[in-house]
Structures are given as C-alpha cells and as structure tokens.
C-alpha cells in the first residue's frame, strides 16, 4: 500500500550499515482500495524496524452503480412493457442477430423506457408536492390562530 500511495520515494522499514529492508506489504483486495484513508511508516527504532500503519475507511461504501427495477413500475406498466416488447421484436427480428444479443437488446431499450417513466412520475409527485405546500402552510396557521 505504501509504494502505491508513495512510489517515488523510497523508504525502508529497517536499516543497518549493511542491510535496508522493504518488507512493507499489506495484501488487500483491489475493490477495497478505496477504503485506504492513509499508509504510512513510522519512526524507526534502533534495533527494530519501523512501524507501518495503515489506516482503513471502513465507514465508506463504494457507490452500486447497478439499476434495479421497482416493482412498483412493473406492475403499474405491465401491458406496456408486453407491447414494447413484441413491438420491439417486430421490428428488429431480422434473423440476422442472435437471440441472445436481440434479448439484451430489448432489455436496452426497455430499461430506458421505464426510467424515463419513473422520472415523469418523479416530478409528478414532486409538482404534488410543491402545489400542497403552501395549503399546508395555511391549514398550519389556521391551526395556531384556533389553539
């Protein structure tokens, strides 16, 4: 960890007139490099070789950057997705591709219509929200104005 985090300069963990040593491996796994907040050697002692310290972020998650589908939606567009579906079959099913590859094709095209409907519902709900809230506002003080 330490010659990644510092590679230009070298620094040895133990020395003597005769000997430097740099036995200053930690062995983790690549996908949790983003934990390393620091790497570091400490002071060397006379007989001893330096301490290294290593300092994990173990609070931290590294970001899924995978989509999941809402049930929610599904459900909601369901005869939809049937229609785009075969729609989508008509139209590029030429048996010039694969099954397999015309399929993740389809599931292309699906996933960005049913992100671009969740969004429209996502501003739906926000423009509810925006509009109940100075109603809000007002039942709120009429509520006080009666206490």
Request: hydrophobic fraction near 35%; glycine fraction near 4%.
């Amino acid at each position: 960890m330490e010659r990644i985090k510092s590679f230009k300069e070298r620094l040895y963990i133990f020395y003597n007139p005769n000997l430097y040593s740099r036995i200053d491996y930690f062995l983790i796994f690549g996908k949790d490099l983003h934990r390393v907040g620091d790497c570091s050697i400490g002071i060397m002692d006379l007989s001893d070789p330096s301490p290294l310290y290593l300092k994990l972020n173990l609070e931290q998650y590294q970001r899924n950057t995978l989509w999941r589908l809402n049930i929610h939606i599904l459900n909601h567009m369901k005869g939809q997705i049937k229609k785009d579906i075969t729609e989508f079959l008509e139209q590029n099913d030429s048996g010039e591709v694969t099954p397999p590859m015309l399929w993740d094709a389809c599931k292309v095209a699906l996933r960005a219509k049913i992100i671009g409907y969740s969004s429209h519902l996502k501003r739906a709900r926000i423009k509810e929200l925006d509009q109940l809230q100075p109603e809000l506002k007002q039942n709120k003080n009429i509520k006080k104005w009666l206490h």
